[in-house]
């Protein structure tokens, strides 16, 4: 026997005698006590030779792990080459036996090689099989012959009277092997290839038919290598190939094996990992609930529990939460008492969660979900070298992200950008060409600040898949610029719906893919020419609307898009009414949708050129705008009254004219009264109240501000018959539950008054609006012209700025407003 240090501890020990042949190692993918029990082999064993499950392919890409830049969680990805979509991956965790052994061979100058089945064969057997599953008679989760594949820990831990294979595993295994381990480094392997023996008579392959393929190959490599460096070589695989790889078989059997099968050109290269993505079902078997405490329990050297607890109360400390020192003994304590009454050898994941929700979270799972997702799984993100290989275009990324600032990491973040600043403005349209891309790292999120066109809000999270999608993207370049740009004039020759043409022209306006434009307008010109439906014009215009708008705060030439959009509106204005016409419920809500959207965008089209700085628009221009806001106006007077349009859209069609100041509050209060007649069927009537106060912002408010149309509704619904009631209430409900709680609280209670004299009709200034607290009869100048400085102030327009002529009332509560820049511009 020769004398070894404890991995752990450095304490000295006797070794056990070394078992005969090549040493193989059999572990659990990403179990910290496999990686501990394999670094003590091999520092007991001293092979001259590590062979590990994974691609051949990746043998040149060996020496990066030894970089001390390659920091785990990495993952080897292979993908097809011309076809980066077809990819597999191979992840490395820090405390993975793989890794450990990578890491061990490289350090001590011994040979490392993978011995798997080639990606090249792995990935085409893949597409194989998903096109036979696709197939009629597919398999699905089965294998070919109908067999659901077997989970050896699952079957280990059934037999051994466990109904979770994690805490059988735990038990026998993380608990057994931590602190000063065993006195034999080659007991656990023992053990586990001969419970894996008895589970292969049982089972043969465990519905896993690809196996054979995979351990014949291994065979193989195995042969090579002892051939090489005789019987000083181990294996390091996942225990279930341990019983095949120390079968007896002949060579030719296993070349027998591999012949014919498909194959594919592959490419491979290391790409960061995440703990939060090796929570997830891929590659190794990975899917592991919580690596983030599988990683602390490989790195602690002694007393897990209570370094794990330490860690909890920093966590929860920095919520700003009282944690004492008292709380982490109280932990420990509670967790070992735990562990004892449930005969457990140690306090394990399950105890641990039980204690910190008890002694540290007041019983709460809410701070308890935020120790799950920072330390259980964790958000640890793995980093590789600059030089190791990569695709061009990923090349560029990475650049570009180091310039910016801006950092790929996995939790996800709100990113708030000011397009005035260039660095920002930079930013922005990096995120927007990689959308185009359909690189998904940013997605669009509402901001908390201002509305204006000069602020963007984004939700960033980096999730390891975006580097296949980086690699599928390369086919249209090499650089982030040249492939949004080709990938953008692909999609304009390929679009068939004109609503798809004006969303690409905004998105390469948000993007800056200058170049892309041309195409895309001629498409947009050509498409919009020939399309006669109203409904997908409509459609259509509002992002029209939002290119225009973002062209001009980015300095960008859209006049060439300015009369696309002018023609689009003119017709819009001349098929709606038709179009809104003979309805359903649900084309009904369609309609109102596109309502909503086209006079939205028909103010961006009147409100542009009063926002340009370079230019000022002449008199026939504007004049044509002035006749584009009359003509829809006329357009949404025609709509409120016409009796044949569906009731969501003329009720829609009476608010947006209020909110604008084109329709008086008398006449507003004539048309609901009309809608709420008891002639009107209730289901249309309830139609017409959720065109008119439901989904456009402020509607609440609308009925809180003004008491008379609030008693035309009250008066209608207590009026509606018993036995239609059930059929109105679903769109009631649909409308009021939008409302924010204090406004619907609010609307409550002054329904709960009662009647007033009046409420239900009546003159302007009488009735029960007129005799509510703080409300008066109409508009007091005195007391507005107070705040109107103020107001212009932060407009930016300055005190004493007159309001332009005509324009109108002033919009009501809740109404849409204007971007900052054209609320400048107006005031």
């Given at each position: 026997?020769?004398?070894?240090g404890?991995?752990?501890?450095?304490?000295?020990r006797?070794?056990?005698?070394?078992?005969?042949?090549?040493l193989?190692l059999?572990?659990?993918?990403?179990?910290?006590?496999?990686?501990?029990a394999?670094?003590a082999?091999?520092?007991?064993?001293r092979?001259?030779?590590?062979?590990?499950?994974g691609?051949?392919?990746?043998?040149?890409?060996?020496?990066?792990?030894a970089d001390?830049r390659?920091?785990?969680?990495v993952?080897?990805?292979?993908?097809?080459?011309?076809?980066p979509?077809?990819?597999?991956?191979?992840?490395m965790?820090?405390?993975?036996?793989?890794?450990?052994?990578?890491?061990?061979?490289?350090?001590?100058?011994?040979?490392?090689?993978?011995i798997?089945?080639?990606?090249?064969?792995?990935?085409?057997m893949t597409?194989a099989?998903?096109?036979?599953?696709d197939?009629?008679?597919?398999a699905?989760?089965?294998?070919?012959?109908?067999?659901?594949p077997?989970?050896p820990?699952?079957?280990?831990?059934?037999?051994?009277?466990?109904?979770?294979p994690?805490?059988w595993w735990e038990?026998?295994?993380?608990?057994?092997t931590?602190?000063?381990?065993?006195?034999?480094?080659?007991?656990p392997f023992?053990?586990l290839?001969?419970?894996?023996?008895?589970l292969?008579?049982?089972?043969?392959?465990?519905?896993h038919?690809?196996?054979?393929?995979?351990?014949?190959?291994?065979?193989?490599?195995?042969?090579?290598?002892?051939?090489?460096?005789?019987?000083?070589?181990?294996?390091?695989?996942?225990?279930?190939?341990?019983?095949?790889?120390a079968?007896r078989?002949?060579l030719?059997?296993?070349?027998?094996?591999?012949?014919?099968?498909p194959?594919?050109?592959?490419?491979l290269?290391?790409?960061?990992?995440?703990?939060?993505?090796?929570?997830?079902?891929?590659?190794?078997?990975?899917?592991?609930?919580?690596?983030?405490?599988?990683?602390?329990l490989?790195e602690?050297g002694?007393?897990?529990?209570e370094r794990?607890?330490?860690?909890?109360?920093?966590?929860?400390?920095?919520?700003?939460?009282?944690?004492?020192?008292a709380?982490?003994?109280?932990?420990?304590?509670l967790?070992?008492?735990?562990?004892?009454?449930?005969g457990?050898?140690?306090?394990?994941?399950p105890?641990?969660?039980?204690?910190v929700?008890?002694?540290?979270?007041?019983?709460?799972?809410v701070?308890?979900?935020?120790?799950?997702?920072?330390?259980?799984v964790?958000?640890?993100?793995?980093?590789?070298?600059?030089?190791?290989?990569?695709?061009?275009?990923?090349r560029?990324?990475t650049?570009?992200q180091?310039?910016?600032?801006?950092?790929?990491?996995?939790?996800?973040r709100?990113?708030?950008l000011?397009?005035?600043?260039?660095?920002d403005?930079?930013r922005s349209?990096?995120?927007?060409?990689?959308?185009?891309l359909g690189?998904?790292?940013g997605?669009?999120?509402?901001?908390?600040?201002?509305?204006g066109?000069f602020?963007e809000?984004w939700?960033l999270?980096?999730?390891?898949?975006?580097?296949v999608?980086v690699a599928?993207?390369?086919?249209?370049?090499?650089?982030?610029l040249?492939?949004?740009?080709?990938?953008?004039?692909?999609?304009?020759?390929?679009?068939?719906?004109l609503?798809?043409?004006?969303?690409?022209?905004?998105?390469?306006?948000?993007?800056?893919?200058?170049?892309?434009?041309p195409?895309?307008?001629?498409?947009?010109?050509?498409?919009a020419?020939?399309d006669?439906?109203?409904g997908?014009?409509?459609e259509?215009l509002?992002?029209?609307?939002?290119?225009l708008?973002?062209g001009?705060?980015?300095s960008?030439?859209t006049a060439?898009?300015?009369?696309?959009?002018?023609?689009l509106?003119e017709?819009?204005?001349?098929?709606?009414?038709?179009?809104?016409?003979?309805?359903?419920?649900?084309?009904?809500?369609?309609?109102?949708?596109?309502l909503?959207?086209?006079?939205?965008?028909?103010?961006?089209l009147?409100?542009?050129p009063?926002t340009r700085?370079?230019?000022?628009p002449?008199?026939?221009?504007?004049?044509?705008?002035?006749g584009?806001?009359?003509?829809?106006?006329?357009?949404?007077?025609?709509?409120?009254a016409?009796?044949t349009?569906?009731?969501?859209?003329r009720g829609?069609?009476?608010?947006?004219?209020?909110?604008?100041?084109?329709?008086?509050?008398?006449?507003?209060?004539?048309?609901m009264?009309?809608?709420l007649?008891?002639?009107?069927?209730?289901?249309?009537?309830?139609?017409?109240i959720?065109?008119?106060v439901?989904g456009?912002?402020?509607g609440?408010?609308?009925?809180?501000?003004?008491e008379?149309?609030l008693?035309?509704?009250?008066?209608?619904?207590t009026?509606?018959?018993?036995?239609?009631?059930?059929?109105?209430?679903?769109?009631?409900?649909?409308?009021?539950?939008?409302?924010?709680?204090?406004?619907?609280?609010?609307?409550?209670?002054?329904?709960?008054?009662?009647?007033r004299?009046?409420?239900?009709?009546?003159?302007?200034?009488?009735?029960a609006?007129a005799?509510?607290?703080?409300?008066?009869?109409?508009?007091?100048?005195a007391?507005a012209?107070?705040?109107?400085?103020?107001?212009?102030?932060?407009?930016?327009?300055g005190?004493g700025t007159?309001?332009?002529?005509g324009?109108?009332?002033?919009?009501?509560a809740?109404?849409?407003?204007?971007?900052?820049e054209?609320?400048g511009?107006t005031?």
């Amino acid at each position: 026997m020769t004398a070894t240090g404890h991995p752990a501890t450095g304490a000295v020990r006797p070794a056990a005698e070394r078992p005969p042949g090549p040493l193989l190692l059999g572990v659990r993918h990403h179990g910290p006590g496999s990686a501990r029990a394999v670094r003590a082999a091999l520092d007991a064993a001293r092979p001259r030779a590590v062979l590990i499950e994974g691609p051949p392919e990746a043998d040149a890409l060996l020496p990066f792990a030894a970089d001390e830049r390659m920091r785990p969680p990495v993952a080897l990805l292979a993908h097809v080459v011309g076809d980066p979509g077809q990819a597999a991956f191979w992840p490395m965790a820090a405390f993975s036996p793989e890794w450990v052994a990578l890491r061990w061979a490289l350090g001590h100058g011994a040979e490392v090689r993978f011995i798997d089945l080639p990606a090249a064969h792995s990935l085409a057997m893949t597409r194989a099989e998903a096109e036979a599953a696709d197939g009629p008679g597919g398999a699905g989760e089965a294998d070919g012959a109908g067999r659901v594949p077997v989970d050896p820990l699952g079957v280990l831990a059934e037999t051994a009277g466990y109904d979770d294979p994690e805490r059988w595993w735990e038990d026998v295994v993380e608990h057994r092997t931590g602190g000063g381990g065993t006195a034999d480094p080659w007991a656990p392997f023992t053990v586990l290839a001969e419970a894996m023996t008895a589970l292969r008579e049982a089972y043969g392959d465990g519905g896993h038919p690809r196996d054979a393929v995979r351990e014949a190959h291994m065979r193989i490599q195995l042969r090579k290598a002892v051939k090489e460096f005789g019987e000083d070589t181990a294996v390091v695989c996942g225990a279930w190939h341990v019983p095949a790889l120390a079968a007896r078989t002949t060579l030719t059997a296993d070349r027998a094996l591999l012949k014919g099968l498909p194959k594919v050109r592959a490419e491979l290269t290391w790409v960061p990992w995440s703990h939060r993505r090796l929570a997830r079902r891929s590659g190794y078997g990975a899917g592991i609930d919580s690596p983030g405490w599988y990683g602390h329990l490989f790195e602690a050297g002694d007393r897990p529990v209570e370094r794990w607890m330490t860690k909890v109360a920093g966590l929860l400390r920095e919520e700003d939460r009282f944690v004492s020192s008292a709380h982490v003994i109280e932990a420990v304590r509670l967790a070992a008492a735990l562990a004892a009454l449930r005969g457990r050898p140690l306090a394990g994941l399950p105890e641990t969660t039980d204690a910190v929700r008890s002694v540290m979270c007041d019983g709460s799972d809410v701070p308890l979900a935020l120790v799950h997702d920072r330390l259980v799984v964790g958000e640890t993100l793995g980093e590789v070298p600059d030089d190791a290989p990569v695709v061009p275009l990923q090349r560029d990324l990475t650049r570009q992200q180091r310039t910016l600032r801006l950092r790929p990491e996995p939790p996800e973040r709100e990113l708030e950008l000011d397009l005035r600043k260039d660095n920002d403005a930079a930013r922005s349209r990096l995120l927007h060409r990689l959308r185009l891309l359909g690189v998904d790292w940013g997605e669009p999120a509402a901001g908390r600040g201002a509305t204006g066109t000069f602020r963007e809000s984004w939700r960033l999270r980096w999730e390891p898949e975006l580097y296949v999608r980086v690699a599928e993207a390369g086919i249209w370049g090499t650089t982030v610029l040249t492939a949004a740009t080709a990938r953008a004039g692909a999609g304009a020759a390929g679009a068939t719906a004109l609503a798809e043409i004006t969303a690409l022209a905004e998105q390469c306006l948000l993007a800056g893919v200058p170049d892309a434009l041309p195409g895309v307008m001629r498409a947009l010109a050509d498409r919009a020419a020939l399309d006669a439906d109203v409904g997908r014009l409509a459609e259509a215009l509002p992002a029209l609307a939002r290119t225009l708008r973002y062209g001009d705060v980015r300095s960008t030439d859209t006049a060439a898009l300015a009369g696309v959009a002018a023609g689009l509106a003119e017709r819009i204005c001349v098929g709606l009414p038709p179009a809104c016409t003979g309805l359903d419920a649900e084309g009904a809500a369609t309609m109102r949708d596109r309502l909503d959207g086209v006079h939205a965008a028909i103010g961006l089209l009147t409100g542009v050129p009063a926002t340009r700085t370079d230019a000022k628009p002449g008199a026939g221009e504007a004049a044509g705008e002035d006749g584009l806001r009359e003509r829809w106006t006329a357009v949404l007077h025609r709509l409120a009254a016409r009796d044949t349009v569906a009731g969501t859209v003329r009720g829609r069609a009476a608010r947006l004219l209020l909110d604008e100041g084109r329709l008086a509050e008398d006449e507003a209060a004539r048309l609901m009264g009309l809608a709420l007649s008891p002639g009107t069927p209730p289901a249309d009537a309830a139609a017409w109240i959720e065109g008119f106060v439901g989904g456009a912002a402020g509607g609440g408010m609308l009925l809180v501000h003004d008491e008379r149309l609030l008693g035309l509704v009250d008066a209608w619904l207590t009026g509606v018959p018993a036995d239609r009631f059930a059929d109105v209430l679903p769109l009631l409900r649909r409308t009021f539950s939008a409302y924010e709680p204090g406004v619907r609280r609010t609307l409550g209670e002054l329904v709960g008054r009662g009647p007033r004299a009046g409420r239900a009709g009546g003159a302007p200034g009488t009735g029960a609006a007129a005799t509510l607290p703080g409300f008066g009869p109409e508009t007091d100048a005195a007391r507005a012209a107070a705040a109107e400085d103020v107001v212009l102030l932060l407009l930016g327009a300055g005190p004493g700025t007159a309001t332009p002529s005509g324009a109108g009332t002033a919009p009501r509560a809740g109404t849409d407003t204007d971007t900052e820049e054209q609320r400048g511009a107006t005031a």
